[in-house]
Each structure stands twice: as structure tokens, then as C-alpha cells.
């Protein structure tokens, strides 16, 4: 698949951009660079505050680019984000392509994830003001990386770094008192982040949603790796869950205090939940780039005519259209996204079935 291509857009064209869904750090030097670019094209930006809800309500105001270059290194989004309700609603749908057209807008840029992207779709080809089809780009951002299309989204670099940075302060607890400590990290339906983060943190296991195991298999699992690092006098272990496991976490560790209650009754552990405190902070400077590289292709490639694509960050060649801006940033038809996407959940692309593959394969590896 390739990007689609319509007419070429023109200096003093009107481009609003919202954040939407689960804010990700990175989404402000995203809005920074989509701010700058869009300047030098030419482009009037106007940037619409709470996602979609605020696009409902007709609360556009043109970005300010000083504003944005204070913000970049800062996590959260300047703009504000939701999860509209009414935007989905075919009442939602008819206000939003009124406030379009009101507004003068000829393209929408949505920085956010699979909720957003598919929202976005839903006014490709609005009726805008000068007569000329709306025009949609998105950039990916979500902390979970579920989004096909994009080796790494805005937001998953700086989470992951966090995530280690507490689990090396939990290990120096952990190590002091010989304990053991159950990590809750984010990731709805993805163990991406779990996974990445056990690798860098060096756990001992780590409990993803991908490899289906029951409540049974989980705690047989759990109860080994503690033995074994028990036997091997280590003075810490780290299990990292995903919040995508669908077993709460304390019946988990209810079930392996159980089994370990008789055989290894010195075995104490804790759980700690890390929430949203992965999902704030400052980007480190890989999302800062990642975040500007992929907004300035989506700006110029809105300028040339492109639409209904996602800025993806993929090898050169691997898929979807690159352009000369960037060997890098590739775009990447968002049907094309959303199919492989809902493909990835299911756990039916190649994709999914090598993550599968890689996280039994690294359980071992790290056991
Ligand atoms: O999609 C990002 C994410 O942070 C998930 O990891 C998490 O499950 C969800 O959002 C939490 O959403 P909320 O902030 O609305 O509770």
C-alpha cells in the first residue's frame, strides 16, 4: 500500500492539530515541530485544545511556537487531551465537520494512538471551507506501542526509562532485605513496555498479556523463578507484570506466598504499582526526536498533497511511502495501520505471533 496523494495544499492554508486519547511524552516537542514546519511551509496552524472534545466545542487558537519550544521537554500536552464519548456519535460527527468547515480548516494532524487514528478516519474528506477534501495525518503516540506501522511511538522511550529508573531503586530496597518484588507496569492489551523494561532492569520474569497463560500457569511460573533465585542466594528478585495480565496482581502473589508458604517460608514480597507515574515526564531526547522527525515529514507531506497517512518510524524501505525528507520516517496509509493494528490484537499478524515467539523465548533466557 502507499500513501494516497490529492492536490498539493498552499501557502496560508488553515491546519488544526489536536493531542487525543492517553497524553505520551513526546506530544509536545510533537506539537513544537508541527508548530516550526508548519510555519516555514506556510501553513496557518491552529492547534485545538482536549483532543476531540474540544474540536466539538470549537476551541481552536493558533499554536504558539514560543509557548511550544518551552514545552518540548516537558511530558503531558500543552493542547490538553480527552477521550470524547460524543465525538464517535453521529451528532459528534456532524459538529465536528461543521466546526471544520467554520474554522477554514483544510487538514486535521491527531497525535495519539488506535482510538484516535480510527477517529481521524471518520472526517477524511470532510467538506471544508474552500471546497477541497479535508485532508488527515497522524502521528503515533501511546506509552503501550500497539500501534502497527511505527517501530516505536512518541511516549514508549521515556516510559520504559522510567519504569528501570524505579526498578533499580526497588532493586536497592529489594537487595537490602533480601525481597522479593512484584513491578505493575502499564500497557492495556500490549506487554511491550513490561517486556522492554524487565529486559533493561534485568528481572527476573516478566508476566505479558501475549503469551495467554492462565492464573495457574502464571503462579507455577512465579513460584519457580523464586525458588531458583532462592537457591542461587539471590539477594533480590524482580518480577515485572503487565497491567494487561488479565489476574490481579495480589492474587497473584496470594497464590505464590500459598505454594511457598511451606517450602520457603522466609520468602517476603512486595507489590508495587507504577500507574500513570510511567506515563508522565520529561521525554528523554530519543522521543524528542522521534516526536519532531515524525511531525515534520506529516507537515510537508500534508503540504505536498499526501493524506490519510501516519508518520511511522520504520527502516528505510521496510513500508509505506518515504519520502526525501526523511530515509527514516516512512507514510504509512492509516487504513493500512488500522488493519495491521486490529491484526496485532488479535494476535493474527506476523508481528504479534514474533513478540509471542520473543517473550517465551526471553522468559527463558532471563529465568
Ligand atoms: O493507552 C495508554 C494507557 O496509559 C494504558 O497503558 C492504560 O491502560 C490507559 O492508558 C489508562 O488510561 P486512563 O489514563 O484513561 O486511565
Redesign the pocket.
Given at each position: 500500500m502507499i500513501a494516497e496523494m490529492i492536490s498539493p495544499l498552499s501557502s496560508g492554508d488553515k491546519i488544526g492539530v489536536l493531542t487525543s486519547?492517553?497524553d505520551a511524552p513526546g506530544m509536545n516537542a510533537a506539537l513544537r515541530a508541527v508548530a516550526r514546519v508548519g510555519r516555514e511551509v506556510g501553513f496557518s496552524m491552529l492547534g485545538v485544545e482536549d483532543g476531540y472534545q474540544g474540536l466539538l466545542a470549537g476551541r481552536l487558537a493558533p499554536l504558539d511556537i514560543a509557548a511550544l519550544d518551552d514545552a518540548a521537554r516537558r511530558g503531558g500536552t500543552l493542547l490538553g487531551t480527552a477521550?470524547s464519548k460524543v465525538f464517535p456519535t453521529p451528532e459528534g460527527q456532524a459538529t465536528a465537520r461543521r466546526v471544520i468547515r467554520e474554522a477554514g480548516l483544510v487538514g486535521l494532524i491527531v497525535i495519539g494512538?488506535n482510538g484516535s487514528l480510527t477517529g481521524a478516519r471518520a472526517l477524511l474528506g470532510a467538506e471544508t471551507a474552500s471546497g477541497v477534501p479535508l485532508r488527515i495525518a497522524g502521528l503515533p503516540a501511546?506509552?503501550?506501542n500497539d500501534l502497527a506501522g511505527t517501530s516505536m511511538a512518541i511516549g514508549v522511550d521515556t516510559a520504559m526509562n522510567t519504569i528501570v529508573e524505579a526498578c533499580d531503586r526497588i532493586l536497592d530496597t529489594a537487595a537490602a532485605h533480601r525481597r522479593t518484588f512484584l513491578i505493575e507496569v502499564?500497557?492495556?492489551d500490549c506487554g511491550y513496555l513490561a517486556m522492554t523494561a524487565g529486559i533493561a532492569s534485568g528481572a527476573d520474569t516478566v508476566l505479558v498479556p501475549e503469551t495467554g497463560k492462565t492464573r495457574e500457569e502464571l503462579a507455577a511460573q512465579l513460584a519457580r523463578v523464586i525458588e531458583k533465585a532462592v537457591k542461587a542466594q539471590r539477594r533480590r528478585i524482580l518480577v515485572i507484570k503487565s497491567?494487561g495480565v488479565a489476574i490481579k496482581t495480589e492474587d497473584l502473589k496470594a497464590d505464590v506466598d500459598a505454594v511457598l508458604r511451606e517450602r520457603l517460608p522466609d520468602v517476603d514480597s512486595r507489590i508495587t504499582v507504577l500507574g500513570?507515574v510511567v506515563?508522565g515526564g520529561s521525554p528523554t531526547a530519543f522521543d524528542r526526536l522521534l516526536a519532531a522527525r515524525l511531525g515534520n515529514v506529516a507537515v510537508r507531506a500534508l503540504f505536498e498533497g499526501y493524506t490519510d497517512f501516519m508518520t511511522g518510524w520504520v527502516g528505510p524501505g521496510v513500508q509505506g511511502t518515504v519520502t526525501a525528507h526523511d530515509p527514516y520516517v516512512a507514510l504509512v496509509p492509516i487504513p493500512q495501520v488500522l488493519e495491521e493494528t486490529a491484526k496485532l490484537h488479535s494476535g493474527d499478524s506476523p508481528l504479534a505471533a514474533w513478540r509471542k515467539r520473543v517473550y517465551r523465548e526471553v522468559e527463558t533466557v532471563l529465568e
Amino acid at each position: 500500500m502507499i500513501a494516497e496523494m490529492i492536490s498539493p495544499l498552499s501557502s496560508g492554508d488553515k491546519i488544526g492539530v489536536l493531542t487525543s486519547g492517553g497524553d505520551a511524552p513526546g506530544m509536545n516537542a510533537a506539537l513544537r515541530a508541527v508548530a516550526r514546519v508548519g510555519r516555514e511551509v506556510g501553513f496557518s496552524m491552529l492547534g485545538v485544545e482536549d483532543g476531540y472534545q474540544g474540536l466539538l466545542a470549537g476551541r481552536l487558537a493558533p499554536l504558539d511556537i514560543a509557548a511550544l519550544d518551552d514545552a518540548a521537554r516537558r511530558g503531558g500536552t500543552l493542547l490538553g487531551t480527552a477521550r470524547s464519548k460524543v465525538f464517535p456519535t453521529p451528532e459528534g460527527q456532524a459538529t465536528a465537520r461543521r466546526v471544520i468547515r467554520e474554522a477554514g480548516l483544510v487538514g486535521l494532524i491527531v497525535i495519539g494512538g488506535n482510538g484516535s487514528l480510527t477517529g481521524a478516519r471518520a472526517l477524511l474528506g470532510a467538506e471544508t471551507a474552500s471546497g477541497v477534501p479535508l485532508r488527515i495525518a497522524g502521528l503515533p503516540a501511546s506509552i503501550d506501542n500497539d500501534l502497527a506501522g511505527t517501530s516505536m511511538a512518541i511516549g514508549v522511550d521515556t516510559a520504559m526509562n522510567t519504569i528501570v529508573e524505579a526498578c533499580d531503586r526497588i532493586l536497592d530496597t529489594a537487595a537490602a532485605h533480601r525481597r522479593t518484588f512484584l513491578i505493575e507496569v502499564m500497557g492495556r492489551d500490549c506487554g511491550y513496555l513490561a517486556m522492554t523494561a524487565g529486559i533493561a532492569s534485568g528481572a527476573d520474569t516478566v508476566l505479558v498479556p501475549e503469551t495467554g497463560k492462565t492464573r495457574e500457569e502464571l503462579a507455577a511460573q512465579l513460584a519457580r523463578v523464586i525458588e531458583k533465585a532462592v537457591k542461587a542466594q539471590r539477594r533480590r528478585i524482580l518480577v515485572i507484570k503487565s497491567e494487561g495480565v488479565a489476574i490481579k496482581t495480589e492474587d497473584l502473589k496470594a497464590d505464590v506466598d500459598a505454594v511457598l508458604r511451606e517450602r520457603l517460608p522466609d520468602v517476603d514480597s512486595r507489590i508495587t504499582v507504577l500507574g500513570h507515574v510511567v506515563r508522565g515526564g520529561s521525554p528523554t531526547a530519543f522521543d524528542r526526536l522521534l516526536a519532531a522527525r515524525l511531525g515534520n515529514v506529516a507537515v510537508r507531506a500534508l503540504f505536498e498533497g499526501y493524506t490519510d497517512f501516519m508518520t511511522g518510524w520504520v527502516g528505510p524501505g521496510v513500508q509505506g511511502t518515504v519520502t526525501a525528507h526523511d530515509p527514516y520516517v516512512a507514510l504509512v496509509p492509516i487504513p493500512q495501520v488500522l488493519e495491521e493494528t486490529a491484526k496485532l490484537h488479535s494476535g493474527d499478524s506476523p508481528l504479534a505471533a514474533w513478540r509471542k515467539r520473543v517473550y517465551r523465548e526471553v522468559e527463558t533466557v532471563l529465568e
